[in-house]
């Protein structure tokens, strides 16, 4: 696609929001009673369900860590979330990539030192792809494990955003993120802090350009905090109504 078919002359991208704009958010806590923590999240329509367990005993005892817990992450993809059907292996590169991104985001969140010989296991699904999968696993995570209740420095929340005609633009659908004239950038912050806990980047994008798509992800990321601490909220209303609190 060119560039002027992913942003009209009135400032409109292709689902017909503006470049600041937000996918729609919808998201819940506590949807596997099997699960420590579990979450459902959807932005736009990238749809991801994450379900925590532990922090537990290691299954490997040579594996443990004395001093803090080890952070296990698998990612694994629907065959059915996109157009192209077909199971990914779990050696899949990609998958890979997700995984390892997400568990060093966490490594650093997570206050590892208060679980020692211990393991805490994210396991995540994607239901539906349509851009953001990496955005869209933190935040579900993030979910999932306050869900948990793993203790964390904060919670992590995570955005992308990218530069089309030279305006920066929030949060890449999948046609967006499948233009090579579109960069791609996903940020994760802590948002008491500010602290980056993730800087990402598919594709190359001018310096002169960084800042602006990073700011706007960074804004995009505080929105998304207040629809996780909402979720939470909820969740924990309707924990007290089934108590008869």
């Known amino acids: 696609m060119s560039r002027q078919e992913l942003l009209s002359p009135e400032g409109l991208r292709v689902d017909g929001r503006r470049a600041n704009e937000l996918r729609r958010i919808s998201c819940r806590a506590s949807v596997l009673s099997s699960a420590d923590g579990s979450a459902y999240y959807e932005q736009g329509n990238t749809k991801v369900l994450v379900a925590v367990y532990g922090p537990r005993e290691p299954r490997a005892k040579a594996q443990f860590n004395h001093d803090e817990a080890i952070v296990n992450v698998e990612f694994n993809v629907a065959p059915f979330s996109t157009s192209e059907r077909r199971k990914r292996s779990k050696g899949d590169k990609r998958l890979l990539e997700i995984s390892s991104f997400v568990k060093q985001t966490f490594e650093g969140a997570i206050q590892r030192s208060v679980y020692p010989r211990s393991q805490i296991d994210i396991y995540i699904h994607l239901l539906q792809h349509d851009g953001g999968t990496l955005e869209t696993c ?9 869900d948990a209740g793993v ?51 598919e594709s190359k994008l001018h310096t002169s350009k960084l800042e602006d798509v990073m700011d706007l992800a960074v804004e995009g990321c505080k929105h998304i905090h207040k629809k996780l601490d909402d979720a939470v909220l909820n969740a924990a209303n309707d924990l007290a109504s089934k108590l008869g609190r």
Do not use: F, H, K, W
């Open 151 to 201: 203790a964390m420095a904060d919670y992590v929340c995570a955005c992308t955003a990218g530069s089309i005609d030279d305006t920066p633009v929030l949060d890449l659908n999948g046609v967006e993120e499948s233009s090579i004239e579109t960069p791609d950038l996903t940020v994760a912050i802590l948002p008491r802090t500010g602290n980056i806990a993730l800087l990402q980047m």
């Open 138 to 146: 933190i935040n579900a995570a993030t979910l999932a494990l306050v």
